[in-house]
């Protein structure tokens, strides 16, 4: 991890106290100064990026002073740009990932990527992910994190994660930990990001005994997920848009939805339950007004109701809006397509190389989707990123799982409009 404090013994204290871009009475680099942020990113480059490293870690980016967990900081009082500094403190992870994003785009067209424990208003035009920090490993703390990344998500920052399983981990022979760490990971894949992290003990797949292949499920899950999770992504590009989103974002008139903090929807379409209790098979939801789909079952589902489902500890309750269409990855390069049926609905499905800045140039793929009752309209490619695809489409009802299907039936894509009979 990078830590935007430094050792007074070191020599990269001394360079950064010798260019004046050492804050007063701290050991924390000054981000506010161009200057200090442009030294900032030399050592980077020199130390990551120019031996090929793909993402950075900026840890402690509050910054952490040896203070605790104290509200004080010695930056209160320092002078900072001829101000105090408490003016200036909440904005120094925007200025430290400034630092880095500005830093790379100036060398490289790949993309660049961050992952800092503090954010500041604007910091995502930074490639900036949040996480939520150094965190327990305890049911109690699960059920918190489910509103804080929507508080998170409604204030803007789309791209937000947690360490799966705690930061401060349980072990993972203990079959209270196991049962834990696998509700967190059900959740963790509709996170914007997803990812495990801990300290004391290992948490990989294979340290879980039985549950490993449950771990191993989800796993699959998120990557079948990849290309509506990618089309989300450009939806927050192109639109402002974040991808989990409290349910009063999406059903303002219900005013059921107004106090529920844990349930949230992923996309438009996916409204995600997640098990926060131990030793349970069941839990509450609520379904807003309208039909869903049990994305287990393919069971069609009437809403604007509270229900008990079915959650043994391989399940997280999962529900798709009628209406819904949704891209799935298949291991054969081909994307499923899983039509939900009823009413008149639409998705953008997005691509591009996945390495470059040329979408900003326009070197991107967007496929129309369009369902009309009966009809798949697979609309003419906009964008000049041309990759043929083969597309499997699905007509979801009762008794389709979420394994790969062979599709209803199978469309060549060349990136001219095809209009498709689902029903």
Known sequence: SIWPTFGKE???????????????????????????????????????????VDGYWLDASEPETGYGLLFYSPLHDAKVNENYGFKYLNAFPLMETRAVYEGQRAVSNKRVVILTRSSFAGQQASSAISWSGDILSDWATLRGQIPA????????????????????????????????????????????????????????????????????????????????????????????????????????????????????????????????????????????????????TGRKVEGGRWLKVDSPIDIIPIHVKEGAIIPLASRDNSIEIRVYPGGKTNFLLYDDDGITYNYEKGDYSLIPLNLNNDYLTIGKRIGEYSVNKVFKIVSVREGIGIKEDKGDKIVEYNGDEIKVKIN
């Open 10 to 52: 070191t020599e990269i204290y001394k360079e950064f106290e010798s260019k004046g871009c050492i804050i007063q009475n701290t050991t924390a680099f000054n981000p506010f100064k161009d200057e200090c942020r442009k030294l900032f990113w030399e050592h980077i480059k020199k130390s990551f990026f120019d031996i090929g």
């Open 149 to 296: 990344g929507l508080n998170f998500c409604l204030s803007g920052i789309p791209y937000w994660t947690t360490d799966i399983g705690g930061f401060f981990s349980g072990n993972p022979e203990s079959q209270a930990y196991k049962e834990i760490f696998v509700r967190w990971f059900q959740w963790g894949v509709f996170c914007s990001i997803f990812r495990v992290h801990g300290t004391i003990f290992p948490k990989e797949p294979w340290r879980f005994g039985d549950f490993e292949k449950i771990i191993v499920k989800y796993i699959n899950l998120r990557y079948r997920l990849l290309p509506y999770i990618y089309s989300l992504a450009w939806k927050v590009t192109s639109e402002g848009y974040t991808m989990m989103r409290a349910l009063v974002m999406d059903f303002r008139d219900d005013s059921n939805v107004y106090n529920i903090d844990d349930q949230f929807m992923f996309g438009p379409y996916m409204l995600i339950s997640p098990v926060t209790l131990p030793e349970v098979t069941e839990r509450e939801i609520y379904l807003p007004k309208g039909r869903w789909y049990d994305f287990w």
